[in-house]
């Protein structure tokens, strides 16, 4: 069995991560998933959380806003629309995201107004995580 896979973390401003790792916590919009070496192969969209990605050398902690991620046996990848180091980031970095995010979800309409409007519930959800 297999014992790492490739962990790669990319948003449109910077590579965040890319190394082996042993375990892949991941905020899947249907719910969190912890993914292992030789994972059924699975593409899932993210919502607003932490995702967790343990290597040998310890774990690297990151904050999504949103993205999907591919899952194979070999690899999880995750691209991001927005993505931090936890270790660089403040609340106060995520209430900007959080405000931007209202601020869109009221200048929109009709589905994208929806999608928008769930986007700021889960900002709020996971700001509140984050005390």
Do not use: C, W, Y
Not at 45 to 67: C, H, M, N, W
Not at 78 to 107: N, Y
């Amino acid at each position: 069995m297999a014992e790492t896979m490739q962990f790669d973390l990319v948003s449109p401003e910077k590579s965040l991560g890319s190394f082996q790792a042993s375990e892949v916590q991941v905020p899947g919009s249907e719910g969190d998933m912890t993914v292992l070496p030789l994972h059924a192969p699975v593409i899932t969209t993210l919502r607003p959380g932490l995702v967790v990605a343990k290597s040998p050398d310890g774990s690297q902690e990151f904050i999504v806003t949103q993205g999907i991620a591919e899952i194979t046996a070999e690899s999880v990848s995750i691209i991001a629309e927005q993505a931090f180091d936890r270790s660089e980031v403040t609340k106060a970095d995520m209430e900007k995201v959080l405000e931007e995010a209202r601020a869109h979800a009221e200048s929109v309409a009709g589905e994208e107004k929806l999608n928008a409007e769930k986007f700021v519930v889960e900002m709020v959800h996971f700001i509140e995580m984050m005390e």
